[in-house]
């Protein structure tokens, strides 16, 4: 089994449209978790931490399930320019980071 | 803004050539990486370095070695390039704590 799965997609949905996106993990001691977001043909870059308690940024929500052992990603109003991989990321210790294959997702007009 | 910058963006070589895909980063940053982004396999860890002439191997760190001889220059060195390390090469820094990766632009290696 992956360290850590994501569904690879792609999903594809309107623009204006609410997606969600969710990422397992398989250790029990993961400490910090994260999205980044990688346009194509681009580097890797850090969309948001994944607080226990959940957190928001405007339109995303990242939310924290240890219990399951997964952490998701909302999407609310999708815009074209949210087309783009979201690579989960989960990390064991303070530097060293596990990503995972990423989700695609293209949003359409 | 951080800068991490990669000497190539497109590199073609041919098999058993020796190869060198430098990186600096202008941050101050202690930790180094370098990773190889493959589809459907994902940002997979080749090496990493805490501090100068420090290194660590990471997941897959066959075929390749490392050199940091200055904190802000961190290189890969593929020492008989073959065609199975025909990839996208990322490196990445952080500072010693911080998680929060920045990565370079990428250097895309073709091995012919």
């Known amino acids: 089994r992956k360290e850590v799965e994501q569904d690879p997609g792609p999903f594809n949905v309107p623009e204006g449209a609410t997606v969600a996106f969710n990422c397992t993990y398989s250790?029990?001691?993961?400490?910090?978790f994260f999205w980044y977001r990688q346009d194509c043909r681009k580097e890797p870059k850090l969309l948001m931490s994944?607080?226990?308690s959940g957190n928001e940024d405007g339109r995303f929500t990242a939310q924290l399930n240890r219990a399951s052992q997964y952490i998701s990603l909302l999407i609310r109003d999708s815009k074209l320019s949210d087309s783009a991989t979201y690579l989960c990321?989960?990390?064991?210790?303070?530097?060293?980071?596990?990503f995972g294959t990423g989700t695609r997702l293209q949003v359409f007009p | 803004d951080v800068k991490v910058t990669q000497s190539s963006r497109y590199l073609v070589k041919r098999t058993g050539e020796k190869v060198f895909l430098e990186c600096v980063q202008d941050?101050?940053?202690?930790?180094m990486f370098w990773y190889r982004q493959d589809p459907g396999l994902g940002l997979r860890l080749i090496y990493f370095?805490?501090?100068?002439?420090?290194?660590e191997k990471g997941d897959i760190p066959e075929g390749y070695s490392v050199s940091r001889e200055k904190k802000e220059r961190f290189s890969l060195i593929l020492e008989s390039a073959s065609t199975n390390q025909t990839s996208m090469y990322l490196c990445?820094?952080?500072?010693?704590?911080?998680?929060?990766?920045?990565f370079g632009s990428g250097t895309q290696l073709s091995v012919l």
């Open positions: 990445a820094s952080s500072s010693r704590g911080e998680e929060k990766l920045f």
């Open positions: 250790n029990s001691a993961s400490q910090s």
């Open positions: 994944v607080y226990s």
């Open positions: 990321v989960v990390t064991y210790n303070t530097d060293k980071l596990i």
């Open positions: 941050m101050d940053h202690e930790n």
């Open positions: 370095s805490y501090d100068v002439k420090m290194k």
